[in-house]
């Protein structure tokens, strides 16, 4: 059986490239502000100078971005690092929006739209806990520039030919329109929320099962590598060494012993054991009649407390070797019950059929 590679989906991994997406993404999105700008200059008078100074800030933060990004990715950060990062990236970029809705007609720019896509940007990138956060931050960013405009405290750039009649003094054309956005902008929110927790609770399982696929492809490797070496070797003892040395692993247990029948039937002598010390293993004769005396029949037994439960000899013994929990079953061969093999587990541990 051959070596087998699966493909990890760690969450840094999937952040970084997010982020790389956003600097990447942030670079088309100045190449489109730049030619609306352009193309609209000629129907509307906008004022230029203010939004391509908004635009050299967007090329130099970018370029910052860009490089320190590159920096993190060297040093290969942790995930709060590139947490952080996003959230960086994306209070910039409110700034800069907040800006060129303000030089765009402020409550009446059309640019206010692009606050949903940035929303919708920071729900890729960010932990849900400040989902509502960055919604709330955009509300009161377009409400300052709103009411500071409507006070006269910032001058309000009137888009003519886009607006035959300025509403940016009207009371009722201010709140309605703020309250709409915000009621909007938190639905829209939630709605995404709730989309996100369900993806990413799908992906939580989909690294479980990936998790127990490698766990099942390691036991199945150590259960062929156990078969080829006992069919490998003669030798009594050193099968039964391998057995109880690879049935530890398989099981992640703390150690595991077998014990066979004497010629009387009534004691079981220890075969062989791994991971035990040699204390434990003298402590004492394994009365058949008193050791997990269903093994002995034919049955599993999964012991979750060893030190309550009347089928276990030596509680005490158990207890200071650090045992907590066992499982034995029955060593047959030729339909003959010969002895039994014990998992020792260090944690409290209820065992499942499998």
């Not at 729900?123 to 509502?132: A, E, K, M, R």
Request: aromatic fraction near 12%; charged fraction near 20%; hydrophobic fraction near 45%.
């Amino acid at each position: 059986m051959g070596q087998n590679n699966f493909p990890l989906l760690p969450v840094e991994e999937e952040l970084k490239e997010r982020i790389s997406w956003l600097v990447r993404l942030r670079w088309v999105a100045l190449a489109g502000i730049l030619v609306s700008v352009w193309l609209t200059s000629y129907f509307v008078p906008l004022p230029k100078k203010e939004i391509y100074l908004i635009c050299l800030g967007i090329f130099l933060y970018n370029a910052l971005f860009f490089f320190y990004l590159r920096k993190i990715e060297k040093v290969n950060s942790s995930y709060i690092a590139f947490s952080r990062f996003a959230t960086i990236q994306i209070l910039t970029d409110w700034g800069a929006l907040t800006l060129l809705i303000h030089y765009t007609g402020g409550i009446e720019s059309p640019v206010i739209l692009y606050f949903f896509f940035h929303v919708l940007i920071s729900f890729v990138l960010l932990p849900p806990g400040i989902f509502y956060i960055q919604t709330t931050i955009a509300v009161f960013l377009l409400g300052g520039v709103a009411i500071l405009e409507y006070n006269g405290i910032i001058g309000h750039i009137t888009l003519r030919g886009f607006i035959t009649h300025s509403n940016y003094r009207n009371p009722f054309y201010v709140s309605g329109l703020l309250f709409f956005f915000a009621t909007a902008l938190y639905v829209s929110t939630y709605l995404s929320t709730s989309i996100m927790k369900r993806l990413r609770g799908r992906d939580g399982e989909l690294i479980a099962l990936q998790n127990n696929l490698k766990n099942a492809y390691r036991r199945m490797q150590i259960l062929y590598n156990l078969s080829k070496n006992i069919s490998s070797s003669l030798d009594l003892k050193k099968v039964l060494k391998i057995l109880v040395k690879n049935a530890t692993e398989v099981m992640n247990a703390k150690g595991c012993s077998v014990r066979l029948w004497d010629k009387t039937h009534s004691i079981l002598q220890l075969g062989a054991a791994y991971g035990l010390s040699k204390e434990y293993l003298q402590k004492g004769p394994v009365d058949a009649d008193k050791s997990l005396t269903e093994a002995l029949k034919g049955k599993p037994v999964s012991i979750p407390d060893v030190t309550r439960d009347a089928r276990v000899q030596y509680h005490e013994e158990a207890k200071r070797e650090g045992i907590a929990s066992m499982l034995g079953v029955p060593l047959i061969f030729k339909d003959e019950i010969i002895g039994t093999l014990r998992i020792h587990m260090a944690k409290t541990h209820d065992f499942s059929e499998e």
